[in-house]
């Protein structure tokens, strides 16, 4: 299954949250979980942990942009986001 486009990386993120909290998810939404897993997945653990991370901090939040730079590179890289 190939990711739609996505207008920002703000909807990508707002998808892949939102399907990650369904426990019970179709055979489309866990085949498309699984794509958009694959696209987080390439970047390094402390990235994606950063991601998710909901601590307000001024480090954690420079942590977040930096993490969500990366992210933005590599959706533009597969075509998921606009570059």
């Known amino acids: 299954m190939k ?7 703000a909807a990508f993120l707002a998808h892949y949250r939102a399907l990650k909290s369904v426990a019970s998810r179709r ?3 866990e085949r498309l979980f699984a794509e958009m ?9 402390e990235t994606r942990a950063a991601l998710d991370s909901t601590e307000d ?12 730079f990366q992210l933005r590179r ?3 890289v597969r075509g998921i986001i606009a570059g």
Request: charged letters at 25%; glycine letters at 2%; aromatic letters at 2%.
């Open 3 to 9: 990711i739609p486009a996505y207008s920002s990386q």
């Open 27 to 29: 055979n489309d939404d």
């Open 37 to 45: 897993s694959s696209a987080i997945a390439t970047l390094p653990i």
């Open 57 to 68: 901090n001024g480090s954690a939040k420079r942590h977040r942009e930096r993490a969500e």
């Open 74 to 76: 590599e959706l533009a």
